[in-house]
Every structure is written in structure tokens, then in C-alpha cells.
């Protein structure tokens, strides 16, 4: 039996039964029965399954290729410091960060950025298979923020990433992103090549050059995991992103593979990068600025270095205590130098042992000499 129910009984209903009615409105109650029972429409049914395609696109087979293929190389890594409890003194170890990494050789070496490592006690790597390796670190470079660790794990589950190229990427380009976001484990995002050529500051506030910018969102626990090219190769570390929130927000950066290329191999023979110098020492920035210099000014010129032998001289202190300049750099190679950010810029692109043209001024007189660059630290 159907029956029109008033609006006041229709609350009290509503109250005993725990449904939220609106007020003003009638309803047909089917009494003796549950609510909607009689109801056999196609909508109280599960909906017919629409068949899917006979296969994906071949931008979706590609991409799900690739993450299948990368994702093996592709390791978390969380970190933990030893820490002294305020009121017992007792010392234990707390968590302190996590990020991601990925297998760089057999040998068991993992790339990461030294961000994701700094001040830790221990560090532990899951690789793809889920198992756990204790990891030793075994070179960083915080003016390029990387690092790399080593870990002993069968070299059947250690499969290095194939490596490309970034001097020759292009915006619009297709790249995948692979980590561990906020620590969910083999996390793909896509995207482009947004810009390439940027700079941004490592934690040592030195520039990095030459940055690969990209939309594919990167997030906390991507820092060190691989930005990779639609065939898969390795084209830069995910290392920073733009964001008021501190989560993704359509900017993220990564060091260039051409860096990283550079400098891995040397963490791992030597534990730091060599880097090549004029065998000087600067007077920094702000006094040079303070004093109205505009270029390097040679504090003191190593004994037998590839200065020395340019015959470039330092600062010295003339008669009454008068300090005298020597030599200031003011271009190598022909492009300007005004700080020591700008020279190290110019390093990037020398090894040991190259020669470069080093324009000095000395007495108001600018001179050209010929400088064989050495191994500083």
C-alpha cells in the first residue's frame, strides 16, 4: 500500500530511521517493505562492460616499456642520524630523510643526490625486488648536489639504467620521471621538456648549469630518481622543484646526464671530484667588491702552479703596510670573469691539464698569458 506521508510525520521517519530527508518534500513509502526492493531497473544492476580495444596505442606500449624496463634499476633510499635524547642523554637513531636512487654499474654503486644522504648515520637502499641493503658512501659533490653509494647485492637484481645524452635535448621533448613520491613505492609521471640551459643553487650555493626543467610532476621522495627519455636512457637526476607548497607544482629540475657522466666516475675512483684551477687563491667577492674591483683578485699564486709559472703574482704588502694588488682576472677564454661563481663556471668545461688564455690586469694594464690548469681541492 502507497500512501502520501505529511511533512511532520515524514521528519519524525527520517529521525527514527537515520535517513536526511529534505524538509518540504513528500515521498511514496512502500510500508513493509525496504526502501527501494521493488525496484528491478537496469540502474540496480552492475553496467555492461564495454570491451576494451584489441590492443593500446603505441605511445601507451612504449611508455609502459619503458617503466617495466627502468623501473628494475630504480632504488628508495631512506637515511637515519644518530640523535641524543634532551633529558636521558641516550643517544638512538631517528629517521631523517628518504629519496630515491637508481643502479648505476654492477659493481653495485647507486647514483643520488647528496641532498638526500646529507648528515646521515646510515643508510639503507630497497632495491626493485624489495630487499634491503645497508649502503656506504663512497664519494659527493654538493656543489652538483650528487652523491654516490655502494651496496653489495647480487649482480643478477643490480641492472645499470642505459645512459643518453642532454646536450641535445629539445623543449617539447617527451620525458618519464621514476621514484618513490612521499615513499609510494615506483612512481612513473610523464611529461616534456619544459627548458633546458636553466641554473639553480645547490646546497653549497654554487650554480648548476645547464639544468633540464621539466612538467612531469617530481615530488618529496623523487630528489635522485632518474629523468628519462621515451626510449628509456638516462638524461638527468631529479634534484629540485618550484613550489610555494613545497609539493609539485609544474616546475622540477635535474642535473643534465652530461654532468653527471662527468663527475660519477670520479666520486667513485676518488671519492670527490678533482677540479681543474690556476693553482691561485682568491680574495673573496665582497671585500674585491668592497674595495671597487671588478674581476678576481689573486690573493697568493701556489708555488710551482700553473700560475706561477704563467708568471702571475698575488696581493702583497708594500712599504708602511701598504697592501698592493698583483694580478686580477678579469676573463678566461675570452668570457668575463667578475666572481668566483663565474670561474668555476668556466672549470666545468676544462679538465686537468688544459691550457687557457687568462686575461689579468695588473697597474691598470691588461695582459694576456697562457695558464696550464692543475688538480686543486
Do not use: C
Not at 634491503?132 to 654516490?148: R, Y
Not at 687557457?356 to 697597474?363: P, S
Amino acid at each position: 500500500m502507497v500512501r502520501n506521508v505529511p511533512r511532520a510525520e515524514l521528519i519524525g521517519a527520517a529521525v527514527g530511521l537515520g535517513l536526511f530527508l529534505s524538509i518540504g518534500q513528500a515521498v511514496a513509502v512502500e510500508l513493509g517493505e525496504p526502501l527501494g526492493a521493488s525496484y528491478r531497473g537496469p540502474e540496480g544492476k552492475p553496467r555492461p562492460v564495454t570491451a576494451a580495444p584489441a590492443e593500446l596505442g603505441a605511445d601507451e606500449r612504449a611508455t609502459i616499456a619503458v617503466f617495466e624496463r627502468a623501473a628494475k634499476s630504480v632504488v628508495f633510499i631512506t637515511n637515519t642520524a644518530i640523535k641524543r635524547d634532551f633529558w636521558s642523554l641516550n643517544t638512538m637513531e631517528v629517521p631523517q630523510g628518504s629519496g630515491s636512487g637508481f643502479v648505476w654499474n654492477t659493481q653495485g654503486h647507486i647514483v643520488t643526490n647528496f641532498h638526500v644522504i646529507y648528515g646521515a648515520s646510515s643508510i639503507k637502499v630497497t632495491l626493485a625486488d624489495h630487499s634491503e641493503h645497508q649502503a656506504k658512501l663512497v664519494g659527493a659533490d654538493p656543489d652538483h648536489d650528487l652523491a654516490v653509494l655502494q651496496i653489495q647485492g647480487p649482480e643478477n637484481v643490480l641492472e645499470p639504467l642505459a645512459v643518453g645524452a642532454s646536450h641535445d635535448l629539445q623543449v617539447g621533448q617527451k620525458v618519464l620521471a621514476i621514484g618513490n613520491p612521499f615513499g609510494l613505492d615506483h612512481t612513473l609521471t610523464t611529461g616534456v621538456v619544459s627548458a633546458i640551459g636553466r641554473t639553480i643553487k645547490s646546497m653549497s650555493n654554487r650554480t648548476i648549469e645547464g639544468v633540464i626543467q621539466t612538467d612531469a610532476a617530481i615530488n618529496p621522495g623523487n630528489s635522485g630518481g632518474p629523468l628519462l627519455d621515451s626510449s628509456g636512457r638516462l638524461i638527468g637526476v631529479n634534484t629540485q622543484i618550484v613550489s610555494p607548497s613545497g609539493a609539485y607544482a609544474g616546475i622540477g629540475f635535474a642535473v643534465p646526464v652530461d654532468t653527471v657522466n662527468r663527475i660519477v666516475p670520479e666520486l667513485i675512483k676518488h671519492g670527490k671530484l678533482i677540479r681543474p684551477g690556476l693553482g691561485v687563491s682568491l680574495v673573496s667577492d665582497a671585500i674585491a667588491r668592497r674595495w671597487g674591483i671588478n674581476g678576481l683578485v689573486i690573493a697568493k699564486v701556489t708555488r710551482g702552479g700553473g700560475a706561477d709559472r704563467a708568471g702571475l703574482t698575488g696581493v702583497r704588502e708594500g712599504r708602511g703596510g701598504r697592501i698592493e694588488l698583483g694580478d686580477i682576472v678579469v676573463a678566461i677564454e675570452g668570457k668575463p670573469i667578475q666572481t668566483i661563481d663565474d670561474l668555476m663556471d668556466v672549470m666545468e668545461k676544462h679538465k686537468v691539464g688544459d691550457r687557457v688564455q687568462v686575461d689579468v690586469v695588473r697597474n691598470k694594464t691588461r695582459r694576456s698569458v697562457e695558464v696550464t690548469l692543475q688538480a686543486v681541492n
